[in-house]
């Protein structure tokens, strides 16, 4: 299975997620697996899936059976709550140039503490995927699960460029402290570290360290604004080369409840990136504007997103370092106790930072995907799915397993999923 990752993922999603927003868990009809939406509650699903995928470079069509479960868990805790999230499973395929058989694994977990004046909060998100993930909750295409929301904001890598087969695991750490100085304004300080790893030779490994710190003034009731200052230190590691660079940036940022239903936020700001010690030649200092656009739109039966982002981040394992521009939107609709659809969508485009030969091609990725869900009763659902991941580079050749070219999935599938377990609240 030739899953391809986007890093900013943009969804597009036609019907309420599977499992009706701002709804009540046990009033809910069964669509598959739902995270926790009240706390002290948890939640899981097994899941049975028969893919084929075509357009994946050779004539023919591959196929792909896979086993999978997730689990959500939300603490009874009001003031510190703690959220965990897991999906994997095991994938048996006779695409080209994969193993017959993979394993996937996703587990992201958060634990909020707060005090009178303080709130702290840590996340960690870690994966292991046979490629990049593309959309879903697993990130493999296919499985049933676009449109599932994590409960914690735990982030791993970015990885805006889809690649082939090549076994990866990511992993981001996050802290945050927000003091509050008054009813209005807080001063809020955050710590990342964040890691990609190849099993196999031919890409590229990063490590990255962000800090952040800036205050936030609380306008109104329905709008408030923030600015910070960004440091960021990469290194990326590959073919031989070792490429150290740093960005400084400054960030304001503007959101809005426009409506009870509609909100709105906005950032911009300008950064420098520079290449470090043996880096200086191949990435040069340069000075660019960055930032991000927002509208969320929730209503109990139905969502809807759209979000465009410029970012820097360490190039997806397939070039030293990247800029990437990305547009991304997610419609949602429960049409009714027994269906629900969802639709995602994404488009990027990363242009390399450093000049290295065979490394400093500029991709364009364009992955979206379909899910029609049926109950079948209190504890079953099915589901048909369909995903399409198409990418191009231009550029000089490289060595590295980035994905050329147009794949599509079919897939239906059918889970079991029993009612949600409400702990003592």
Request: charge should be negative; proline fraction near 5%.
């Amino acid at each position: 299975m030739k899953s391809c990752l986007m890093v900013p993922m943009l969804m597009l999603m036609v019907g309420a997620t599977a499992h009706g927003q701002n709804q009540p868990i046990e009033n809910q009809p069964s669509f598959g697996f739902s995270l926790p939406k009240v706390e002290g509650t948890m939640t899981y699903a097994l899941t049975g899936t028969e893919a084929a995928m075509t357009g994946f470079g050779v004539s023919g069509v591959a196929y792909m059976t896979s086993l999978s479960g997730d689990l959500g868990y939300l603490s009874s805790s009001v003031s510190d709550p703690f959220s965990l999230v897991y999906s994997g499973g095991y994938i048996y395929t006779n695409q080209p140039g994969y193993p017959p058989n993979t394993t996937f694994q996703n587990l992201a977990a958060s634990q909020v503490v707060t005090t009178k004046s303080w709130t702290f909060m840590l996340e960690d998100a870690f994966s292991y995927l046979p490629d990049s993930p593309t959309m879903g909750l697993s990130g493999i295409p296919g499985l049933g699960d676009i449109g599932v929301v994590p409960v914690q904001n735990g982030i791993e890598p970015g990885r805006s460029i889809f690649s082939d087969f090549a076994t990866q695991w990511g992993n981001g750490l996050t802290g945050e402290a927000t003091w509050k100085l008054n009813g209005n304004l807080s001063m809020v300080g955050s710590g990342s570290w964040q890691v990609l790893r190849f099993t196999s030779a031919g890409n590229i490994n990063s490590t990255e360290e962000l800090a952040t710190l800036g205050p936030t003034y609380r306008i109104n009731a329905n709008s408030s604004v923030s600015a910070d200052v960004i440091y960021t230190y990469s290194t990326d590691t590959g073919d031989g080369l070792v490429l150290p660079f740093t960005t400084e940036a400054i960030s304001i940022q503007y959101q809005r409840q426009l409506t009870p239903l509609l909100s709105f936020t906005v950032a911009a700001g300008p950064q420098r990136t520079y290449g470090t010690g043996v880096a200086e030649a191949l990435l040069p200092a340069e000075i660019s504007m960055v930032g991000s656009a927002g509208v969320v739109y929730q209503r109990k039966m139905s969502s809807a997103s759209l979000s465009f982002s410029r970012a820097t981040d360490t190039g997806s394992g397939m070039v030293f370092g990247a800029m990437v521009d990305t547009v991304a939107g997610t419609l949602s609709r429960q049409f009714n106790r027994a269906w629900a659809g969802s639709l995602t969508g994404s488009w990027s485009k990363s242009t390399a930072l450093g000049q290295v030969p065979g490394f400093d091609l500029d991709y364009d990725s364009t992955a979206y995907g379909a899910q029609v869900t049926r109950s079948l009763g209190k504890d079953w659902s099915t589901y048909f799915s369909y995903s399409y991941v198409d990418q191009t580079a231009t550029g000089s050749a490289t060595s590295s397993s980035a994905f050329a070219g147009t794949e599509q999935t079919y897939a239906v599938g059918v889970t079991f999923s029993p009612a949600a377990h409400h702990f003592a609240q």
